[in-house]
């Protein structure tokens, strides 16, 4: 991969930020101006994410010339937005190669620099994270290290956060939260959480009498201590006075500074260093713009959080050019079929922890508003707000990423499992999903839901079987049923067909054959498909089933293949280690099929990098090629790939 892009002429001088800091002040927002065309120029060439980290630039310069990184700490929430820092940090030379297979990550990342002092990718992990070293730090006697969590508004709402709050709040560390208060997480922020900080950052009257009280109490503060004492007491006074409530983040125990610009740099540069000098936990309110400096970003939000490649003077987003039909993103058919079930079925809602375009919920909550809920960054929150609305009736269809739903396995198995609830869990993202890399890999979710008791789990292999898993699963008594498929474009170009009810527990046969059989489960039957031609040109004689459901399995279907085959393959896109290959093999052991050899295939036991899907699918040996080989290794014969 070629790279010609050249930064700016004070970016291209610094590869770390003590390059930074020999800089004066008054240079700072043209670094800040050159590291935003920097992004623009790259992403628009090699593709990322793009609004969240324009809207940070003067925040990310202000802090890593202000702050002693890496020995003070500096902790990002999610990630998105980590750009600047990575490129201030000694990678802006490799810059264009994140995301890619083999480059650097798209999220900050322990291993790939020290500057990167803790992993993220889910939202709303910082302000536990970072107070976690702020008390390793403080118990190490280590009074001058600073520890700073940058999290955004959305990912504030999730429970963690305010967990993290509530416990930080009563430390005496020295942990500062940067809240990144642009109203956006990856659509447009929703709940209490963000009237309330509207309601302090348009206060006219609280902002223009705070920055007059600012200089006052400057003045005030350096007569000495009682000067001090004072000055507080009239801030709280202040704050008391113009605003309608009192100030959540004190009542936590948090001094509270704000609300700032986040793009004035130079503001920001005086306000860390008075930061540094502050005791305790304190928390810093930055206004700011997702996408700033780009038109189209700063307009479209949600559009422009990872757009693809674009023409960076114009905005125009780039489209593969194909003139034929092509399939539909599995999202999409997710989309549209709730919105034809629910239009027959007045018991069927939807629910989105925060990912309404994502997932594609947005459909049903513009024809259907009052039926489609955004429940904001909250997996925990989401599953049991499903769980209530199933004890009266309803069935909610629960639209997680399988790597989000992760983060509320117990309310699944304690809110909805136990009591048996009819909860219809759709998890987008299922399998390999590229780019997001490892944090984002949905390769646990057939795993994880199988050991459920009441648990239905199930995988559709194309755009059809979707839709009519979605139409099982609102039928009467179902209890909580388990929907995953991938990322990405299906297979179907006509897959708008009428649906029906499937058998539950119940496979089909793809293709019949006499040599050996593969069983698989989801979309990942779709390169058995493609194995399976190749296999046929050389008159390799492969039955071909596609199971449908991991649990409960297809047991008759499993007999009649056990009795006439002694080869057989599993593969799945999920773990090897406790998946639909383990599933196969316990029922084989427990129904005295001993003596068959078994291969499963699927994601071996270690996290999976960035990449291409199929650069991924490759890397596991479950691509078209990587069966064919398995089959030719258990059979012992030699197979032409080409022919």
């Known amino acids: 991969m070629s790279f010609n892009i050249k930064p700016g002429k004070l970016l291209g001088n610094i590869n770390s930020p003590d390059d930074l800091k020999k800089l004066s002040i008054e240079q700072l927002p043209q670094v800040c101006q050159e590291l935003r065309q920097y992004i623009i120029d790259v992403v628009s060439v090699y593709g990322g994410h793009f609004g969240a980290s324009l809207g940070v630039v ?11 990184t890496p020995y003070d700490q500096l902790v990002w929430d999610v990630g998105h937005q980590a750009y600047g820092h990575k490129i201030l940090t000694g990678r802006r030379d490799e810059f264009y190669t994140n995301r890619k297979y083999k480059g650097i990550a798209g999220f900050p990342k322990r291993e790939e620099s020290e500057y990167d002092t803790f992993g993220v990718g889910h939202s709303s992990t910082s302000i536990s994270a970072a107070l976690g070293m702020a008390q390793a730090s403080l118990m190490k006697g280590e009074k001058d290290r600073q520890h700073v969590a940058i999290i955004g508004d959305g990912a504030m709402t999730a429970g963690i956060a305010f967990e993290g709050l509530n416990n930080a709040g009563a430390s005496k560390t020295n942990l500062i939260v940067v809240l990144n208060d642009n109203c956006m997480s ?3 922020n929703v709940g209490a959480l963000k009237d309330y900080l509207i309601d302090i950052t348009t206060s006219a009257s609280y902002n223009r009498f705070r920055d007059e009280c600012w200089k006052a109490l400057g003045k005030i503060g350096k007569i000495g201590n009682n000067g001090q004492k004072l000055a507080s007491k009239i801030e709280h006074s202040i704050k008391s006075l113009f605003l309608t409530q009192s100030n959540l983040f004190e009542s936590l125990n948090f001094r509270y500074f704000g609300p700032t610009d986040g793009h004035d740099v130079i503001r920001l540069v005086g306000i860390f260093e008075d930061l540094k000098n502050i005791p305790g936990p304190k928390l810093l309110h930055c206004r700011t713009v997702k996408g700033k400096g780009f038109k189209q970003a700063e307009e479209d939000q949600t559009k422009w959080h990872s757009p693809g490649l674009f023409d960076k003077i114009t905005g125009e987003i780039y489209k593969k050019a194909n003139a034929a039909p092509k399939p539909p993103k599995y999202q999409d058919v997710f989309g549209q079929t709730i919105v034809e079930l629910a239009k027959e079925n007045p018991k069927i809602l ?21 039926r489609a809920f955004d429940v904001g960054i909250a997996e925990q929150h989401a599953v049991t707000f499903s769980a209530g609305l199933a004890t009266q009736g309803f069935i909610p269809f629960c639209n997680i990423y399988s790597t989000f739903m992760q983060r509320a396995y117990d309310q699944v198995i304690h809110d909805v499992c136990i009591q048996n609830l009819n909860v219809v869990f759709t998890l ?16 646990f979710d057939l795993a994880y839901m199988r050991c459920l008791p009441n648990m239905i789990v199930s995988a559709p292999m194309d755009e059809e079987e979707l839709r009519n898993l979605m139409f099982t699963a609102q039928q009467d008594d179902m209890g909580p049923f388990s929907i995953r498929y991938p990322r990405g474009e299906g297979v179907m170009v006509d897959w708008k067909r009428p649906m029906k009810a499937l058998e539950i527990g119940k496979g089909r046969m793809i293709s019949n054959g006499n040599d050996l059989a593969i069983l698989s489960i989801g979309t990942i039957g779709n390169h058995v498909v493609k194995a399976n031609e190749i296999l046929d040109l050389n008159e390799v ?5 596609d199971m449908r459901f991991v649990k409960p399995l ?4 499993l007999h009649n293949v056990f009795r006439k085959f002694q080869k057989i393959i599993t593969i799945e896109d999920g773990c090897l280690m406790g998946g639909f290959g383990s599933a196969v093999l316990e029922w084989a052991m427990d129904h005295g099929y001993q003596n068959h050899e078994i291969v499963r295939m699927g994601i071996p036991d270690h996290y999976i990098e960035q990449g291409e899907p199929n650069e991924q699918y490759r890397e596991c040996g479950i691509h078209p090629e ?9 059979l012992g014969v030699k197979i032409r790939m080409e022919i």
Do not use: C, W
Not at 626 to 634: F, L
């Open 428 to 443: 987008d993202r299922g399998g390999l999903v590229g780019a997001d890399g490892p944090t984002h890999q949905g390769s």
């Open 554 to 557: 297809d047991e008759e279907m």
């Open 541 to 545: 004689s492969v039955a071909h089933y």
């Open 58 to 68: 003067e925040m990310t310069v202000a802090m890593h010339y202000v702050f002693n």
């Open 350 to 370: 939807g629910i989105t922890p925060a990912m309404p375009s994502g997932s594609s919920l947005n459909i049903m909550m513009k024809e259907m508003p009052d």
């Open 186 to 188: 990856i659509d447009p």
């Open 626 to 634: 990587g069966i064919v080989n398995t089959v030719q290794k258990m």
